[in-house]
């Protein structure tokens, strides 16, 4: 069976009052437990976030991005994830290699390791893209399960007033090679707008309920499509969007350059004299920037020199 590309799908049905996304995200989740190392379970939370983030990152404008922050109670202290209009993801744990044993289901213990907290969702104007600054909109809500997708539907719902339901998946599988991998993960978001009738949410609620684990569809071979069809039932859907997702960082060595030439100077000067150079890594995607003396000197005013 051929793997499904990363994938995301936005469509609507019912005339304009549901609108629905599904996505693969496999390997963008499998690249980001790769580039922090992080630990099964903590997989399972980050990827249903990142996964979570390119769901949401559909619905904005082209020139938005937003960012959902979990400010956690449990072990993995916390989670950050940023997603654009364009496919583009990335994030990470506070705390990537804390673990916890599976739960009494023999599924990973999200719950547990995310604990409770508040979940933040804020969108705003991509500046990187647009170069300007607008203030931003930040919603917020109490962690009320810790599964992440729940978590999520109650934001959506609560703090947007957009009656909505979500499911969130990842599976993993042993690996000889870096001791497991991502096999599976991927989601969907069905969403109702005023003027939906009851027939049509009692249904839509039936199907929803009744569709496999999202991982256990993208097992099956199942794309997008296919997921949201399975997900609504009865219903037809009209596709508006189809666009490949990817874990993508905005990170770089200039950005990383100018970070440090807006230092003061004696803050360069003691990097030189304590380290003989600067190393800065990215939270996002773990990337490291390196600079040795001379790359530092040359951020110095002109003239300057270490005292």
Do not use: W
């Amino acid at each position: 069976m051929e793997k499904s590309r990363d994938l995301l799908v936005r469509a609507t049905a019912c005339d304009g009052m549901v609108r629905c996304v599904a996505a693969i995200t496999t390997d963008l989740v499998d690249e980001a437990s790769r580039r922090h190392r992080a630990s099964p379970t903590v997989s399972a939370a980050l990827g249903r976030t990142l996964t979570a983030g390119v769901l949401l990152g559909s619905l904005l404008k082209d020139t938005e991005k937003v960012t959902i922050l979990l400010q956690c109670t449990g072990p993995i202290g916390g989670i950050t994830v940023e997603a654009d209009a364009h496919g583009n993801v990335r994030g990470y744990a506070k705390n990537p290699h804390v673990d916890l044993p599976l739960n009494e289901k023999k599924k990973f213990d999200v719950r547990g390791i995310v604990g409770g907290g508040m979940l933040y969702v804020l969108r705003e104007a991509d500046y990187y893209r647009t170069g300007l600054f607008r203030d931003p909109y930040c919603g917020s809500v109490p962690i009320v399960s810790g599964e992440i997708a729940e978590d999520v539907a109650y934001y959506l719902t609560q703090s947007e007033q957009i009656p909505s339901a979500v499911s969130l998946g990842v599976f993993v599988l042993p690996d000889d090679e870096r001791f497991f991998r991502v096999e599976a993960a991927g989601g969907f978001l069905i969403q109702t707008f005023p003027g939906v009738t009851n027939d049509v949410l009692r249904n839509l609620e039936a199907s929803v309920m009744a569709a496999p684990y999202v991982t256990e569809m993208i097992r099956q071979g199942m794309g997008p499509r296919e997921i949201l069809q399975t997900a609504l039932g009865e219903y037809a859907f009209e596709i508006l969007e189809e666009k490949d997702v990817r874990f993508a960082c905005t990170c770089s060595p200039e950005r990383a350059r100018r970070i440090l030439a807006a230092l003061d100077p004696e803050e360069l000067r003691a990097m030189l004299r304590e380290d003989g150079g600067a190393e800065m890594t990215c939270h996002f995607c773990n990337a490291t920037y390196r600079f040795d003396a001379e790359e530092l000197r040359a951020l110095l005013p002109e003239g300057d020199s270490i005292h």
